[in-house]
């Protein structure tokens, strides 16, 4: 595996604090954490003016999960002085894996900075917070160490936000010897499982994190005859269990070349970081690279680049022997036609010079998805629900890479990255339970772990999509949940949402056409909502709201129910790879 992250900008340095990278593989001869400590002092810095707002806040800790379980520690009684630190200690002498700060009702979880100790010991690890923000003051604010930025969520009630402290009270992580090889085939075929804590026994799963009841409990040296991927967990009584550990070793074969990739956009391009860890269970070594440059979207990273870092540029195109594939991430201030033409000229930029390098580079524009506030990074009009909104920027994406080839004629047609797709029915089929363990609250931490970002399931997911796009071939039974403690019956699931929605989306260039029709679509109102089915199991849907025809390349992919409004003149269409497009149907 090769991985290159090249300039993240500061403000991308911050927020990768807040995302919970998975806790590393451990080699035999690294340091390990001190001994168990048990949280007993809080010291918290009040939001300026909102003093009062943390009286009754409480601390709480939990051995079941980031957001379950939670036992009552100790209280704010009082409100703490203007301007400065205070401090709460109490005793305790339980180990949590999760501590957390809950803000008191009516208080939009207002914080400056808060901290964590077990005495005169900070306890840091993995931070995280419930969802909400007002001026971008979400929770990540309350660990960024500056007292003059908080927390400030729209929501009054029910906010949170704390430390995951990982090894320091759980059983140590397991180490696997010898560690991860980089591509050569494992010889001998077989790895051992270490714990240092005494006492505690190793599970293992071939498949995902195993629970306590799960996988395999390790007695001796593990051996293999393919090429495997192994995930293990540390459990001891009285303790949550440990990190995970994983690794993924080639047996009888080394891992096979794989493809050479850039990417140009910002730290949601950035969250892509695990494909090559993916795509190495898979059996391809990934040669990643990342242009994450000042500015964000588009048309800034070229400018940066061009006035800043261009032999910096100059010297990354030359240090790949090749790019086979090539992603831009648009990030639109707007979506008029002069902002989707304007991201159009400087996508083909990038894309003309990647085929400078490489004339049989294949371009690729990134359709990120919406965030789940109005008004904020992508709800183009006239979106009025998070389905609407997704299909409404995929639209536009779809309306930049028509802008594109325009201009950009020669080599590769550039295609489209639906991410934005994958990401509307991942919330569909958690509201609709079609994901083992998980339900519609697990939405945001999914995809908006610290508001913007991504957690690992859902960098997962995305990985899943990239993988299907590129490398032209289903994920289904080939990647397990690297760097996640997705069990192996989620990981199933989004492999097979990542598949179904890359075969199915023709600008991907998998799709295959066929003869026999689609059903028509039926076309459902209550008086308040419309919505759109078809008899053909698995059939995807375009609509239009002007009373044009759309096809399975025009018109909105249907993404859920659409709200009535004056005006609204549907049509829709049932399309699905390997199957013609069925009759239009109208409102």
């Not at 002085?81 to 401090?87: L, V």
């Not at 949550?240 to 949601?268: E, F, R």
Request: glycine share 8%; with cysteine.
């Amino acid at each position: 595996m090769i991985v290159r992250n090249l300039c993240l900008n500061r403000w991308l340095a911050a927020a990768v604090l807040a995302i919970p990278w998975p806790a590393p593989v451990r080699g035999a001869d690294e340091p390990r954490p001190p001994a168990v400590v048990a949280v007993n002092r809080v010291r918290y810095f009040p939001a300026p003016g909102r003093e009062l707002a943390m009286a009754g806040g409480k601390i709480a800790g939990s051995n079941v999960s980031v957001r379950e379980g939670f036992e009552p520690l100790a209280e704010i009684k009082s409100a703490p002085a203007a301007g400065q630190w205070s401090e709460l200690t109490f005793t305790n002498t339980k180990r949590y894996r999760w501590i957390r700060y809950e803000a008191p009702p009516g208080s939009y979880g207002n914080v400056a900075e808060l901290e964590f100790y077990s005495g005169q010991r900070r306890l840091l690890g993995q931070t995280f917070g419930s969802f909400g923000w007002r001026n971008l003051r979400n929770w990540p604010r309350a660990f960024d160490q500056k007292t003059d930025t908080w927390f400030d969520s729209d929501t009054a009630d029910g906010q949170y936000l704390g430390v995951d402290v990982g090894e320091l009270a759980t059983a140590q992580t397991p180490r696997l010897d010898p560690p991860p090889t980089k591509g050569e085939a494992l010889t001998p075929p077989q790895v051992e499982l270490k714990c240092n804590t005494p006492g505690a026994m190793v599970r293992y799963s071939f498949t995902g994190a195993p629970g306590a009841n799960d996988g395999l409990v390790y007695q001796g040296p593990i051996h293999l005859d393919r090429l495997t991927t192994i995930f293990a967990v540390a459990f001891k009584d009285g303790m949550p269990p440990s990190p995970i550990a994983w690794g993924t070793y080639p047996v009888g074969a080394p891992l096979k070349a794989g493809l050479h990739s850039l990417h140009v956009g910002n730290s949601l391009t950035g969250s892509l970081m695990r494909l090559p860890d993916c795509v190495r269970a898979a059996g391809y070594i990934h040669d990643y690279h990342t242009w994450l440059k000042e500015g964000g979207a588009t048309p800034a990273i070229w400018t940066n680049t061009q006035a800043k870092a261009k032999a910096e540029w100059d010297q990354e195109l030359a240090g790949m022997p090749r790019i086979d594939h090539l992603s831009v991430q648009p990030r639109l201030p707007g979506f008029t036609d002069s902002d989707l033409a304007n991201e159009a000229k400087y996508d083909a930029l990038f894309f003309e010079a990647a085929r400078a390098k490489s004339p049989d580079v294949q371009p690729w524009i990134y359709a990120e998805w919406p965030s789940r506030k109005v008004g904020f990074n992508g709800w183009p009009p006239p979106s009025t629900t998070y389905e609407e909104a997704c299909a409404a920027l995929l639209m536009s994406t779809e309306t930049v890479e028509r802008k594109v080839r325009e201009t950009y004629k020669e080599g590769k047609r550039p295609r489209i990255l639906p991410c934005t797709l994958a990401v509307a029915h991942l919330k569909n089929q958690l509201e609709e339970g079609k994901i083992p363990g998980l339900s519609t609250q697990d939405f945001d931490p999914i995809m908006f772990y610290d508001n913007v970002h991504p957690g690992d399931p859902g960098r997962y997911l995305l990985a899943m999509v990239w993988f299907a796009a590129f490398y032209g071939e289903s994920p289904v039974g080939k990647i397990p949940p690297v760097a996640t403690s997705l069990t192996a019956e989620q990981a199933d699931a989004l492999q097979r949402l990542a598949w179904d929605v890359v075969k199915n989306y023709p600008d991907c260039g998998l799709y295959e056409e066929g003869v026999q029709p689609c059903g028509k679509p039926a076309l459902a109102s209550d008086g308040k909502i419309i919505t759109l089915t078809s008899p053909t199991p698995g059939a995807w849907l375009r609509y239009t709201i002007d009373g044009s025809n759309p096809t399975r390349t025009t018109g909105y992919v249907y993404c859920g129910p659409i709200p009535v409004r004056p005006d609204l003149h549907l049509k829709a269409v049932a399309y699905k790879s390997g199957l013609a497009d069925s009759e239009i149907a109208a409102q």
